[in-house]
């Protein structure tokens, strides 16, 4: 059997939105869901599998039939969803008795529940969440009715608010793969049949590295895994290490360069570093319009002269300062912190 297992789809969300350049970013999330579609309608899959938060929020009714309809368009393939903590169907949610196509099975059932599906001799167990926080073990103790039949648990969770997993009883319940949700990040234990889809796209400056979905081969006797990144867009880190010489112009172009090479269609959390001349200031701000930057971390410490500065105040509260721990020797990198950043204050005080 060929499969795909995806979850953490989030529609509706709307990343970065206070960002000019992440306008589109909610429309980018459904866009990929319909990519996704389109690629198994082009080379169908016997099952996909929907692991929770499919919806960022309650969907609206007409959200529902749109995912309904792309749904639709793969006949062939059997699709498994199932409602995690984001989307989980409280009182008049329009997930209730909404008539699904016929190749889309929806778990509706707050407990464990057991589906057949004959044509491709397995069963799928799961549950939907009907509130947004479940602190029960409720996949500890599942049995596997039938061992001659390829068994699969849809299981959204592992914190300990929302279902808290014990992956060692989980590899020991009989199931052939545990196709999980709710942790964004990526990761697959195929000697315990069991991985984490992670998001389809990146929600939140979190979630960084390679999103996409986990591409599966099963049967009674083989398991084969494998993650296909498919984001339209990721996080990315960049370290910059400045020097006394550098402005903020070189700052600029040479970010600029890496955020190329990086793709700059993907979004950026900027860490600076290293030493800058004392008298110099960066301007984050202007920094931070070249592209899709989310964040900007100035962990820069001025170049100072401890010498010079020691010589020149050796008689009051900075020179005080600076030979406390000019005559230690060896600094560790605490220490290093400490001297520029109090040698900084002290330096600010005594020009007010």
């Given amino acids: 059997m060929r499969f795909i297992h995806t979850g953490d789809i989030h529609l509706g969300a709307q990343p970065e939105s206070k960002r000019e350049w992440a306008a589109g970013r909610g429309d980018e999330l459904w866009g990929t869901f319909e990519r996704l579609v389109k690629k198994i309608k082009m080379d169908p899959v016997d099952l996909l599998i929907i692991a929770g938060d499919l919806f960022h929020r309650q969907p609206l009714l007409r959200e529902i039939k749109e995912v309904d309809y792309l749904l639709s368009t793969i006949p062939d393939t059997k699709v498994v969803i199932c409602a995690g903590n984001h989307d989980a169907i409280k009182k008049g949610s329009f997930y209730e008795g909404f008539e699904w196509s016929e190749n889309v099975i929806f778990i509706e059932d707050k407990n464990i529940t057991k589906i057949d599906i004959e044509e491709l001799n397995t069963c799928i167990y799961g549950l939907s969440y009907h509130e947004t926080e479940i602190q029960e073990n409720l996949y500890d103790h599942i049995i596997v009715d039938d061992i001659n039949k390829i068994n699969i648990l849809v299981a959204h969770g592992g914190d300990e608010k929302h279902i808290p997993i014990n992956r060692k009883k989980l590899a020991m319940s009989g199931f052939d793969y545990v196709a999980m949700g709710h942790i964004h990040k990526p990761d697959i234990d195929e000697k315990s049949r069991m991985a984490y889809c992670g998001s389809l796209e990146p929600i939140d400056m979190n979630d960084i590295g390679e999103r996409g979905y986990i591409y599966g081969e099963l049967n009674k006797y083989k398991l084969e895994l494998e993650f296909v990144p498919f984001a339209k867009r990721i996080y990315k880190e960049i370290d910059f290490t400045v020097t006394p010489t550098v402005t ?105």
């Avoid at 070189?250 to 900027?270: P, V, Y």
């Avoid at 301007?283 to 820069?300: A, E, F, W």
């Avoid at 020179?319 to 109090?342: A, E, P, R, V």
């Fill in 248 to 352: 903020n112009m070189e700052i600029r172009h040479r970010l600029l360069e890496l955020m190329q090479e990086n793709g700059e269609e993907n979004m950026f959390k900027i860490t600076l570093d290293g030493y800058r001349d004392p008298d110099f200031e960066i301007h984050v701000l202007d920094i931070s319009g070249i592209g899709n930057i989310v964040s900007i971390d100035d962990k820069t410490v001025p170049d100072f002269d401890f010498e010079e500065l020691y010589q020149d105040n050796h008689d009051n509260i900075l020179g005080m300062f600076i030979g406390k721990y000019l005559n230690k020797g060896y600094l560790n990198d605490l220490d290093k912190k400490t001297l520029y950043y109090g040698t900084k204050a002290l330096i600010d005080a005594m020009e007010d």
